[in-house]
Nanobody, 123 residues
């Protein structure tokens, strides 16, 4: 049973930074692509970033590219999302996802999801 547990969310002022973590268990982490999505109140879930097993990564170019960085530590079974220059519109619940197939992670059709962590950015 694959389990994903996010942490690191919280309240931050605009312009600040946060680092989210997603710890995985129940599978061979290094074989899986990992990603982050977010969902703001009243909006659909939105792709944020993804990273393949070989460390190739991709970002949502319209909203986070240049400000957020995704990385992974296979020794710790953890994927991170470093978020800098945060804006009020980044306020959302952030979800970690995982799948053997990178494309499924990117399009949000992955088999495994975490429970989410709230990020609130005040203006």
């Amino acid at each position: 049973q694959v389990q994903l547990v996010e942490s690191g969310g919280g309240l931050v002022q605009a312009g600040g930074s946060l680092r989210l973590s997603c710890e995985a268990s129940g599978h061979t982490f290094s074989n899986y692509a990992m990603g982050w999505f977010r969902q703001a109140p009243g909006k659909e879930r939105e792709f944020v970033a993804a990273i393949s097993w070989s460390d190739s990564n991709i970002y949502n170019p319209d909203s986070v590219e240049g400000r957020f960085t995704i990385s992974r530590d296979n020794a710790k079974n953890t994927v991170y999302l470093q978020m800098n220059s945060l804006k009020p519109e980044d306020t959302a619940v952030y979800y970690c996802n995982a799948d053997i197939r990178y494309t499924r992670v990117v399009v949000g059709m992955s088999d495994y999801w975490g429970q989410g962590t709230q990020v609130t950015v005040s203006s």
